[in-house]
């Protein structure tokens, strides 16, 4: 058997504690080796589903660490650029957080970067990983709905929590970063397409960060139109309207979380069928397609150039903005 990917992660952060720590310590391949943190108390309950755990108190003792492979990032936005280039140069694989920056022209450096060094740097964009959108990619492929004529898509939950980061200007906060990504990135990759232009942008700010965005873009073959929210009630959707027919994903990003993976697929007859995958865990499976990846060269679902994509068409939802 090969040697396992030997992970540490930069942070003690909730969302790492919750899913993906786990995640990296069930994932075939993959090591939870070591947490780099400050704090002993947000190390403590990594250690309690993690025995053995050993626990860095200063970000660049862990990544000279000669036990540590690879390193997953989940640090706060502004900070994804800098430490993935720094992980990078301690001759680590890098998985980082999405989005994994600010602004498109900022990931030419990692990009830069990673070929340099050979290693393998990605966003963690996690549904790419989930057999559900390859089948939606597939079935567009294979004109399944006919010819597609619109997509629209829904995002949002509610988090007034001023505290937060992701209401926080200084930390990169706002809802097109941190689930804008979903909203253009599902659709960059199911389709193939790319926005020919931003249509319309409207953009609602409190407390100096996006909260609710609205915007409508032209494709080469179709419309779209989506949304995504902080303050508002949580709902996911992803609606392909083809000539022929709708693809409908139900719960397109938080797969088993927020509701079950299930793509709904309507003939223009009315005749619906129900195509459900009831046992994926996404965030392991990432890991372990990173694992194979990074130890055993296979293709890699979500290169730096498909982040830059996405990231460039945020930026320019933002310059599109009349408000």
């Not at 990594?46 to 860095?56: D, E, I, R």
């Not at 909260?211 to 949304?227: E, I, K, L, Q």
């Not at 129900?274 to 392991?284: A, G, S």
Request: with cysteine; charged share 20%; glycine share 8%.
């Amino acid at each position: 058997m090969s040697n396992p990917i030997r992970f540490g992660v930069l942070g003690g952060a909730q969302f790492a504690l919750n899913h993906m720590a786990r995640a990296i310590h069930e994932a075939e391949g993959a090591e939870f080796t070591a947490l780099a943190t400050s704090s002993m108390a947000k190390a403590a309950p990594f250690q309690a589903f993690c025995p053995g755990l050993k626990v860095f108190t200063d970000y660049d003792a862990m990544l000279a660490s000669d036990e540590i492979d690879a390193v997953y990032i989940p640090l706060p936005n502004h900070m994804h650029v800098e430490w993935s280039l720094k992980a990078l140069a301690a001759g680590k694989h890098v998985l980082c957080e999405k989005p994994i920056a600010m602004k498109a022209a900022e990931i030419d450096a990692l990009i830069a970067k990673r070929d340099e060094t050979g290693l393998l740097a990605a966003e963690a964009f996690m549904i790419v990983h989930h057999p559900q959108w390859a089948r939606v990619k597939e079935m567009l492929a294979a004109g399944e709905i006919g010819d597609l004529i619109r997509v629209d898509v829904a995002f949002s939950f509610d988090n007034p929590d001023l505290d937060n980061i992701r209401n926080k200007p200084g930390t990169g906060g706002g809802a097109m970063g941190d689930i804008g990504v979903y909203a253009i990135g599902s659709v960059r990759f199911a389709t193939g397409q790319e926005p020919e232009a931003i249509t319309s942008a409207n953009i609602t700010y409190e407390n100096g960060v996006d909260v609710t965005s609205a915007f409508t873009a032209r494709f080469a073959g179709f419309d779209y139109s989506a949304y995504v929210s902080m303050r508002m009630s949580p709902f996911q959707e992803v609606r392909f309207h083809g000539r022929r027919g709708v693809i409908t994903v139900k719960t397109p990003f938080n797969a088993g979380t927020y509701g079950s993976a299930e793509v709904q697929i309507r003939a223009a007859n009315g005749v619906t069928r129900i195509e459900t995958f009831p046992t994926v865990r996404q965030y392991v499976v990432q890991v372990e397609n990173f694992v194979h990846s990074a130890r055993d060269g296979a293709d890699y679902p979500w290169s730096l150039e498909n982040a830059r994509g996405t990231q460039a068409v945020i930026d320019a939802v933002f310059d599109a903005d009349q408000g």
